[in-house]
């Protein structure tokens, strides 16, 4: 029989998720359903889901696990009448907080996030118009207002790392593929005319042939395109490119955008525009 | 003076920075410079870390919030050693975790995303390339693979909604611009034909007019597409379409896209193909 975990937020529920997935996480062997309960911000949601968790409980056998970070107190009161076991991540750290800081938390509904800055919003829509008109390599012209040039072959992770680095963290990122256009007569791959003023922007994607051929033939099957053969040339030619022009490279095939994206930032010490959460 | 938090991690950093924020953010009037430290994964890295720390103390005049989430028990120990106010999520709720689950926690490093699952990558991969396919109207053939059709007026936050609906959660989002095209003879904006079919899975964004101004007006300016006239008359327009046909909507102007995007999940059932973290 698997066990229910609840995170319970009364706003978007990301800091209770995200936390919750990674204590969970720690717990491999353990079967565990996952539910996320945002907004829970009157008291008619507190008992609706006090109530569902009360059913959880009698049909898993076992009290579900209850993370929330849920600020009023008489909604907390609610969710604590059920029968769960809390992790309650607001109480456990804001009292030593307060200690330490000498101050009484505001602790207030929603304060979670950069809500209505008008500066994150307008720096997250403009990286995100920049990385679409700079997907792709569509357009070379605007390579001295990006923050970073991700370049890789056809399908290796480019564009949805670039969207990534400008939902997240406001950074501006273009992206050009590699492609035949610029080998030379011997078959190797030249820095191309648009990149060359810009090798210090450059950062690149690599990626597992195999996992490129099963992403390309999503795309277009049975085509030479998605062929092991062509994935396996195309590959070689772009790192051996890399190497020669010490472009810092990662190889995508393990890690998850997130952690591309981090990574990235780490190596390059490319600068956060603002941060979300 | 002002103080300073690290959030401190050997993976990406993004459950001790979420956490943190999220902590902190509960101390409004309290001036912190906020230092993210992914990936300190090495005995030498934490040892640099614990010496910044240990500058960081001596040049505020006082020690530093240090919220970690490190795994390594010799790396802990560095850390714990610099002289920081810590706050230990990990060994704060996984003993009691342990217990609750009758088992021992793996506690293992980066076991906190989704690294390498196959299936989830091609999920937001394809989610992705779906919400760039599908953009601002560019191909209406696709709406019956679509999860939801978001519509409204040109810049009232469309794009970067179902680009991180896409990388976040694996949803299919597709957007329609609300345009003059669709206006009758009287100035009435009728039901787009592409949508017709597919009024179940519409839901609107709508902005305040001086928002959607200001946001227009660092596309084009001087515009009559970034006039107040213009930008109230087609809110106007689009928010009377909405009311007739029942199409759930959200003013984006006082939210974040984080919460936006959850609470149109919230509202409409809409289901997550896949949760990064």
């Known amino acids: 029989m698997s066990r229910t975990a609840f995170f319970i937020s009364d706003g978007?529920?990301?800091t209770a998720e995200t936390l919750g997935r990674s204590l969970l996480a720690q717990f491999e062997g353990v079967d565990l359903t996952l539910v996320v309960k945002p907004y829970i911000d009157t008291l008619e949601k507190a008992h609706d889901?006090?109530?569902i968790i009360a059913q959880t409980a009698d049909r898993d056998g076992e009290r579900p696990i209850v993370i929330d970070t849920i600020v009023d107190q008489s909604i907390r009161d609610i969710i604590a009448a059920a029968p769960g076991?809390?992790?309650d991540i607001f109480s456990t750290f804001l009292a030593p907080l307060e200690e330490e800081l000498a101050t009484h938390s505001t602790y207030t509904v929603g304060r979670t996030h950069a809500i209505g800055r008008d500066d994150v919003y307008m720096h997250r829509i403009?990286?995100?118009h920049f990385a679409l008109d700079n997907d792709d390599g569509a357009r070379t012209h605007q390579y001295d207002q990006a923050d970073v040039i991700l370049v890789g072959v056809s399908r290796c992770g480019k564009t949805?790392?670039?969207l990534y680095l400008a939902l997240q963290f406001g950074i501006r990122a273009a992206n050009y593929p590699?492609?035949?256009d610029d080998l030379d007569e011997d078959g190797v791959l030249n820095m191309?005319?648009?990149l060359a003023p810009y090798r210090h922007k450059l950062f690149a994607l690599t990626i597992d042939p195999?996992?490129?051929a099963a992403i390309r033939s999503e795309r277009r099957p049975n085509s030479r395109y998605c062929s092991m053969d062509q994935c396996m040339q195309e590959l070689q030619q772009a790192e051996a490119l890399f190497r020669r022009y010490h472009i810092p490279y990662i190889d995508t095939t393990r890690f998850s955008i997130e952690e591309i994206s981090t990574r990235m930032i780490a190596e390059t010490h490319l600068t956060r525009r603002f941060s979300p959460r």
Do not use: M, N, W
């Open 12 to 14: 978007t529920g990301i």
């Open 49 to 51: 889901l006090a109530a």
């Open 85 to 87: 076991f809390k992790v």
């Open 126 to 128: 403009d990286a995100v």
């Open 160 to 162: 949805p790392t670039s």
């Open 178 to 180: 590699l492609t035949e």
């Open 192 to 194: 191309p005319k648009a």
């Open 210 to 212: 195999r996992r490129l």
